[in-house]
Nanobody, 130 residues
Framework: QVHLVESGGGSVQAGGSLRLSCVVS????????MGWFRQVPGKEREREAV?????????NYADSVKGRFIISWDAAKNTLYLQMNSLKPEDTAMYYC??????????????????????WGKGTLVTISS
């Protein structure tokens, strides 16, 4: 079974930084799209794709976080990271990591279209105060 466990969330002031981690276990497929998604608590809107990295080493970011967030994958530790800098109040959300058994992250993730990732973590809450 594939398990994803996020950590690193918390409360910081605007302009601060946080690093999220996601430990992935049980994933034995050669191809992957690993990503971070977020959803504002209490909102019905679908989870927004924030950043993704695939087995080809390609990275993608939502326009709202480009230049501020960095996604990385440490294969030795089976851990996905999201370095978040210059945080804004609008970054406040529950952040989820997810994995999909494809060799490249689908482009539809970055144009606001829905895509059903195969595996999800339970999330970690990030709160940014102004």
């Amino acid at each position: 079974q594939v398990h994803l466990v996020e950590s690193g969330g918390g409360s910081v002031q605007a302009g601060g930084s946080l690093r999220l981690s996601c430990v992935v276990s049980g994933y034995s497929y050669s191809g992957y799209c690993m990503g971070w998604f977020r959803q504002v608590p209490g909102k019905e809107r679908e989870r927004e794709a924030v950043a993704g990295i695939d087995s080809g080493g390609n990275t993608n970011y939502a326009d709202s976080v480009k230049g501020r967030f960095i996604i990385s994958w440490d294969a030795a530790k089976n851990t996905l990271y999201l370095q978040m800098n210059s945080l804004k109040p609008e970054d406040t959300a529950m952040y989820y990591c997810a994995a999909d058994r494809v060799a490249a992250c689908p482009k539809r993730l970055w144009v606001g279209q829905y895509y059903a990732m195969d595996y999800w973590g339970k999330g970690t809450l990030v709160t940014i105060s102004s």
